[in-house]
């Protein structure tokens, strides 16, 4: 998913987690609200 849409999810309501190799990218997602961020999805999948 794309930060764009990852962001449209956000506004929505949704709880949004991420993924992405590139840190940068983590922090400010989680900056924008998302439940989590990192570099593998293992911890988010429960």
């Known amino acids: ?9 956000l506004q929505a309501g949704l709880n949004t987690w991420g ?9 400010a ?3 924008a609200g998302a439940k989590g961020a990192g570099p ?3 911890p988010f999948a429960a």
């Open 19 to 27: 993924v992405d190799i590139n840190p940068d990218n983590c922090r």
């Open 40 to 42: 593998s999805a293992v």
């Open 1 to 9: 998913m794309g930060m764009g849409a990852a962001r449209a999810c």
């Open 29 to 31: 997602l989680l900056a």
